[in-house]
């Protein structure tokens, strides 16, 4: 009886052991790993110390894909330029301003414009202009262990499914490249980055996303006025068959555009460089980045006595406060 009460009372010590072991293990870890269903090989949730450590040897191209929106600028270049500079990171931000009449191409946006500073840069941000960080512990720095997502779905103000990679995503240069940037037949607003999220899948890259944040859906703050500026989410033709299949034709080495101009800013204290640039589309190929009043079935004299005009200015002012 002796025995086997001392057999017990050591078992029970060894398990009480393992389990403070293990705690302090994920205490000194910080990271905890998450395998999801539908989503890549993995996805961790980081603290920021572990996305920090050598931010200083590296430089941030923050890319924003831009037609007419103005109002959102002035407020996005200053308070982002000062967000990263209280974190340390290295940053140039650059707005790619679609000239063009054709319909807005953020995918293609982003590629020209990484095309345009990769030697500058050795990690970009697609960052859209109307989402702003609000919780500091949100972090830029270089994303040694592959993309990270930081407009995650537990963060994001409005978007919430699991595999949502929009809004803010951090990428080291060579994987953007890896990967062939993102595909071009996504003209209209939506699903480009849907789609990037399959090529980060398949290529099976390690997705990571801010971790032990309390402030939630209050994370960020969206500027975007949809009365103003509401999305354009037509579909035309044969669209949404089409551009719901996984693109293996287009991306980043087969981008069509000219650059117009290109523009060094400051505004309110903020250095912007601004590449104004016009798209090509291949009409064969995606005969939906026509606007609704250029295809030949539209009743034109309707849409030009209701709508403004498509017609795109460059930004070519010098300095904006």
Partial sequence: MARQFQ?????????????????ICAM???????VESAGLRKVSFQKNEVQSKSTADHTLCVLVPFRNRFEELLEFAPYLHTFLNKQNVKHKLVVINQMDSYRFNRASLINAGFLETRSQCDYIAM??????????????????????????PHLHPLYH?????GGILLLQSQHFEMLNGLSNKYWGWGREDDEFFVRMKKAKLTLGRPGNLTTGYRSFRHIHDHFKRPRDQNRFFDQFEKTRRVDKETGVSTVKYKVDSVKDLVISGAPVTVINVL?????NLTPWCLQAEDHAWYNKSVLHKNAPSTKIKSISTATAT
């Avoid at 078992?11 to 389990?19: I, P, Q």
């Avoid at 000194?28 to 998450?34: D, K, S, T, V």
């Avoid at 859209?128 to 407009?151: I, K, Q, R, T």
């Avoid at 499914?161 to 990679?165: C, D, R």
Wanted: proline fraction near 5%; charged fraction near 15%.
């Fill in 7 to 23: 057999r017990t009372k050591c078992r029970s010590r060894l398990l009480m052991g393992g389990l403070l072991l293990c705690f």
């Fill in 28 to 34: 000194l870890m910080g990271i905890a790993l998450i």
């Fill in 127 to 152: 960052h859209d202009v109307d989402l702003l960080p609000v919780n500091g512990a949100l972090s830029y720095a270089f994303p040694e262990m592959g993309p990270f997502h930081l407009a995650a």
């Fill in 161 to 165: 499914y699991k595999t949502y990679v």
């Fill in 279 to 283: 798209l090509v589309c291949d009409l």
